[in-house]
C-alpha cells in the first residue's frame, strides 16, 4: 500500500518496464479484488507493459493474459489513469526504485539516518562486510570509510546501477555491488566479519535469517538497521530470536532502534 516516499502522479505507468522478475512475480500474487481490478484495466490499456511482464516474468504470463481478458473495455483516460496510480500506489517502493537518487530524502527508513550508528554496533575496521538489500547503499558507504572491503548485495538492477556510480563518483575502491536475495545469498559459508541489513528481513524470518547467519564468520556480528521510523513498532520477532535492541533519540521524535547478535556455530 501506500507508503507516502513518492507522489505518485510523477510518475508513469512505464515505470513497470524497470521491473525485476521477483517483483513481477510479487507484484502478480497481490490477490486484492480492488487492486486486481485496477491492474487489468491499466494493464488493458497498455499493452506494451502487459507485453513486457509477461516476458520478463514468464510464470506470470497467464495471470497477465488473464487479467487482460477480463478487463472491461472503453475506459476513459481518466478512468485508466486512476487504474494506474491505483496499481503505483500498492507497489510505491517498486517505483521509489526507479528513481533511485529520490531514495536518500523520500524514503522514510532512509532520511535522517546518521552513519555513525551503525558503526557503534560493531567493530568495522579492516572486516569485510556483506550490506544485503543494498538499496541506495546508505549502510554501506557509511562501512566502506573503515571496512577493508564491503560487498553491496542488491537485486533490482537500477539500484545497483545508482550504486556503481556512485562508487565511481566517490573514487571508492573497496565497494563491490553484486546481485542476490537475502533468502539465496551468493556466498560460501562463513565468509563475512558483519553482514548487514536495514529495512530488509521479515518477508520469511526463517529462511532470511538462516542465510544471513550462514554467510557469516563465527563470532561475527549480524546488523539490523530499519532507520528512522518512530512511528513502527520493536521488532518483536528479531527480539524473540535472541536479537539485541538498542536506540537513540530520533530526530523526529521517539526512538530509532537497531539490532544486532553475535553468531555462534
Same mark, same amino acid.
Given at each position: 500500500?501506500?507508503?507516502?516516499?513518492?507522489?505518485?502522479?510523477?510518475?508513469?505507468?512505464?515505470?513497470?518496464?524497470?521491473?525485476?522478475?521477483?517483483?513481477?512475480?510479487?507484484?502478480?500474487?497481490?490477490?486484492?479484488?480492488?487492486?486486481?481490478?485496477?491492474?487489468?484495466?491499466?494493464?488493458?490499456?497498455?499493452?506494451? /507493459?502487459?507485453?513486457?511482464?509477461?516476458?520478463?516474468? *514468464? @510464470?506470470?504470463? #497467464? !495471470?497477465?493474459?488473464?487479467? $487482460? &481478458?477480463?478487463?472491461?473495455?472503453?475506459?476513459?483516460?481518466?478512468?485508466?489513469?486512476?487504474?494506474?496510480?491505483?496499481?503505483?500506489?500498492? /507497489?510505491?517502493?517498486?517505483?521509489?526504485?526507479?528513481? *533511485? @537518487?529520490?531514495? #536518500? !530524502?523520500?524514503?522514510?527508513? $532512509? &532520511?535522517?539516518?546518521?552513519?555513525?550508528?551503525?558503526?557503534?554496533?560493531?567493530?568495522?575496521?579492516?572486516?569485510?562486510?556483506?550490506?544485503?538489500?543494498?538499496?541506495?547503499?546508505?549502510?554501506?558507504?557509511?562501512?566502506?570509510?573503515?571496512?577493508?572491503?564491503?560487498?553491496?548485495?542488491?537485486?533490482?538492477?537500477?539500484?545497483?546501477?545508482?550504486?556503481?556510480?556512485?562508487?565511481?563518483?566517490?573514487?571508492?575502491?573497496?565497494?563491490?555491488?553484486?546481485?542476490?536475495?537475502?533468502?539465496?545469498?551468493?556466498?560460501?559459508?562463513?565468509?563475512?566479519?558483519?553482514?548487514?541489513?536495514?529495512?530488509?528481513?521479515?518477508?520469511?524470518?526463517?529462511?532470511?535469517?538462516?542465510?544471513?547467519?550462514?554467510?557469516?564468520?563465527?563470532?561475527?556480528?549480524?546488523?539490523?538497521?530499519?532507520?528512522?521510523?518512530?512511528?513502527?513498532?520493536?521488532?518483536?520477532?528479531?527480539?524473540?530470536?535472541?536479537?539485541?535492541?538498542?536506540?537513540?533519540?530520533?530526530?523526529?521524535?521517539?526512538?530509532?532502534?537497531?539490532?544486532?547478535?553475535?553468531?555462534?556455530?
Amino acid at each position: 500500500m501506500a507508503l507516502n516516499w513518492i507522489d505518485v502522479n510523477d510518475f508513469s505507468f512505464h515505470s513497470l518496464l524497470l521491473l525485476e522478475r521477483f517483483q513481477i512475480r510479487l507484484l502478480c500474487g497481490i490477490d486484492d479484488p480492488a487492486f486486481r481490478a485496477s491492474f487489468a484495466r491499466a494493464l488493458a490499456g497498455h499493452p506494451a /507493459v502487459a507485453w513486457y511482464l509477461a516476458h520478463r516474468c *514468464p @510464470e506470470c504470463a #497467464d !495471470t497477465v493474459a488473464q487479467l $487482460i &481478458a477480463c478487463a472491461p473495455h472503453g475506459a476513459s483516460p481518466e478512468e485508466l489513469r486512476s487504474c494506474e496510480l491505483s496499481v503505483m500506489s500498492w /507497489v510505491e517502493d517498486f517505483i521509489t526504485y526507479t528513481r *533511485p @537518487e529520490l531514495m #536518500d !530524502t523520500h524514503c522514510g527508513f $532512509i &532520511a535522517h539516518w546518521d552513519p555513525a550508528r551503525l558503526l557503534e554496533l560493531a567493530d568495522f575496521k579492516n572486516k569485510t562486510i556483506l550490506d544485503v538489500g543494498s538499496g541506495s547503499g546508505r549502510l554501506a558507504f557509511a562501512a566502506a570509510g573503515l571496512a577493508r572491503e564491503v560487498y553491496a548485495c542488491e537485486p533490482v538492477e537500477t539500484l545497483r546501477a545508482y550504486l556503481r556510480s556512485r562508487i565511481r563518483r566517490e573514487g571508492l575502491n573497496n565497494v563491490r555491488v553484486v546481485d542476490g536475495m537475502a533468502d539465496s545469498l551468493p556466498y560460501p559459508n562463513d565468509l563475512f566479519d558483519i553482514v548487514m541489513s536495514g529495512h530488509v528481513v521479515g518477508d520469511d524470518y526463517d529462511g532470511e535469517l538462516t542465510e544471513l547467519a550462514r554467510v557469516t564468520k563465527p563470532g561475527g556480528w549480524l546488523i539490523d538497521c530499519p532507520g528512522e521510523e518512530t512511528h513502527c513498532a520493536p521488532d518483536q520477532e528479531l527480539l524473540r530470536r535472541g536479537w539485541e535492541m538498542l536506540s537513540y533519540p530520533s530526530h523526529l521524535g521517539g526512538q530509532v532502534r537497531r539490532y544486532r547478535k553475535r553468531v555462534i556455530k
